[in-house]
């Protein structure tokens, strides 16, 4: 049919022309508007919940997205600022041992070379550390070593630019120690497992008593006198031996060792005075 | 094919009041029951132009509570129009889907404002004309545009 398309047009004008006339304002109560809003409204409640529905689901997917969105960059700033956070403690805690570093070597009456420990053997056989100070720094064999804590150990190694120091816990380091209390002559040596002894004569365990402090003697001129070497833990009173033996708690914690005095010259003082673990 | 026609005409008057706020741009919105009506009357003839013209104007005035009837009216006549013009242009050329749809808002809205004018509508022409007809009008021509792209663009790659 050639108008049907014609007719169409004609129909849906007419209703729509229709629909807007029934709305034309005064009309009575029961009048053509009510009429119309009879449909219109329950299409309306329907059209406004389905176009609820999708704002709903739009607005809770662009929420969703925006939440993932700010979750995402709040975890990169957390993880940065946790990686901040702990490069500021690091600096801190290096700081604060430089200081504390810098003021011992200012106290001190003898000359020192600071260096930085650019190696650790941790193994069960040798224990020690390596530095990167050697022969140029006018670094010598059998140079003491410290930290502001106490005696470290001693370099048995002398490489052009680094040095490597025997540590206070090597099973093959001997130390000359005093009871800093009672002056008991003993050795201070490094045992197998990781610890620290000292070998002192047992003559009635020669006083020697738990939380003594154990410092260097001087004897054989290589490490100055007073240097702190550990504190008395246990007394093991071998009534019947040559010897006694006391363990001890060392100075120093060898494993956080980061930077250290060399002592590259000699001093006939008890050094003691200038420790503050004395 | 029915069934899909008659939920894009649904969804399409459904879209105007969920979907155009989202699109928002200062003022203005896209009138997407048009879109889609300039849409169907170009592909699918001044029939169904002209009534998915009056289906998504009818569910436009139902949902904006305005005078029923009026969008229907004007959209049926905007579909069943672009549906007769398709046979003089080559609609498959996006200038001209573009352009016909900028041409097609202004005279929807022009044919809006006058019937209202019927109901004392308060606003005046030329303010309507620069601040909701015109930039509504743009609008419809950019989203047309990128309707007509993501169209072509899916059906090049159909045909791959």
């Known amino acids: 049919m050639p108008y049907r398309k014609y007719v169409l047009l004609v129909s849906v004008l007419v209703v729509s022309l229709l629909l807007l006339t029934l709305q034309i ?19 309306q409640v329907l059209v406004t919940k389905a176009h609820r529905s999708a704002l ?17 960059a709040l975890h ?26 810098l003021a ?27 530095v990167n100070r050697g022969r140029n720094d006018g670094v010598g064999r059998l140079t003491a070593v410290i930290v502001p ?12 630019n680094a040095a490597v120091i025997q540590l206070l816990n090597d099973p093959a380091s001997s130390v000359g120690a ?26 009635a365990s020669a006083g020697v008593q738990v939380g003594d402090l154990i410092v260097t003697s001087g004897v054989g001129g290589l490490f100055p006198r007073g240097l702190p070497v550990g504190r008395v833990s246990a007394v093991e009173d071998r009534v019947s031996g040559l010897f006694g033996y006391a363990g001890l708690a060392p100075v120093v914690d060898f494993s956080r060792v980061e930077e250290v005095l060399l002592l590259v010259s000699q001093s006939a003082a008890d050094l003691g005075a200038h420790f503050a673990s004395r | 094919m029915r069934l899909t026609l008659a939920l894009m005409i649904f969804g399409g008057g459904i879209a105007q009041s969920s979907l155009a706020p989202v699109l928002q741009v200062g003022p203005v919105t896209p009138d997407i029951p048009l879109i889609l009506t300039a849409f169907l009357g170009l ?52 200038v001209v889907q573009v352009a016909g749809l900028v041409l097609l808002t202004l005279a929807e809205g022009i044919l809006r404002f006058a019937l209202l004018q019927l109901f004392h509508f308060p606003a005046e022409f030329a303010e309507m004309m620069l601040y909701v007809i015109l930039p509504q009008a743009l609008y419809n021509g950019f989203i047309g545009s990128a309707v007509t792209l993501a169209l072509d663009w899916a059906r090049a790659r159909r045909s791959l």
């Not at chain 1, 709903?56 to 995402?72: D, K, P």
């Open chain 1, 104 to 130: 011992l070597k200012e106290r001190l009456p003898l000359e020192t070379l600071s260096g930085e420990v650019i190696g650790k053997e941790w193994g069960g056989w040798v224990r020690s550390l390596t």
């Open chain 1, 76 to 101: 990169t700033e957390a993880e940065r600022l946790r990686v901040e956070s702990l490069q500021a403690a690091e600096i801190r805690e290096e700081n604060s041992r430089l200081r504390r570093l």
């Open chain 1, 178 to 203: 005093v009871v800093q209390r009672t002056r008991a002559q003993g050795l201070v040596e490094g045992a197998p497992g990781g610890g620290v002894r000292f070998k002192f004569l047992a003559r």
């Open chain 1, 56 to 72: 709903g689901l739009w607005s809770t997917y662009r929420s969703w997205q925006e939440l993932r969105a700010e979750n995402r």
């Open chain 1, 149 to 160: 804590g106490g005696l470290v150990g001693r370099v048995v190694t002398v490489r052009a």
């Open chain 2, 43 to 94: 592909r699918k003839g001044p029939e169904v132009g002209c009534l998915s013209g009056f289906a998504t104007g009818l569910i436009q005035d139902v949902a904006s509570g305005t005078f029923v009837g009026a969008q229907a009216l004007t959209k049926a006549l905007a579909g069943f129009g672009v549906g007769l013009l398709r046979g003089w242009f080559s609609v498959e050329n996006p």
């Open chain 1, 25 to 43: 304002p005064g009309q009575a109560a029961w009048g053509p508007g009510e009429f119309v809003s009879w449909f219109t409204i329950p299409a």
